[in-house]
């Protein structure tokens, strides 16, 4: 099911259910950690060229619009 900017997708067999890319088995916590390990995107695409910058991009964005969704007020 393409649940974000024909990017993002989730199929409940795959993954376990996590958000990926394009239907592939790279999900959007992979490339979070990817980036947290300092990884640049450059390097990223160069290891998995079946990514675009697009992908990364989206991962992101899909992931901070996700946290703005979740957010609880602390004070």
């Known amino acids: ?3 974000y900017k024909n ?3 989730i199929e409940s067999g795959k993954r376990s259910g996590k958000p990926c890319i394009r239907n592939m088995r790279i ?3 992979d490339i979070l950690r990817w ?3 300092d990884m640049s995107f450059e390097e ?3 290891d998995y060229p079946e990514l ?3 992908d990364l991009l989206v991962a ?3 992931t901070a619009q996700r ?3 979740t957010s609880v007020s602390l004070s």
């Open 27 to 29: 999900t959007v916590e």
């Open 35 to 37: 980036l947290a390990s």
């Open 44 to 46: 990223i695409l160069e």
């Open 7 to 9: 990017i993002i997708t």
């Open 52 to 54: 675009t910058k697009e």
């Open 67 to 69: 946290n703005q969704r």
């Open 1 to 3: 099911m393409n649940i």
């Open 60 to 62: 992101l964005e899909f």
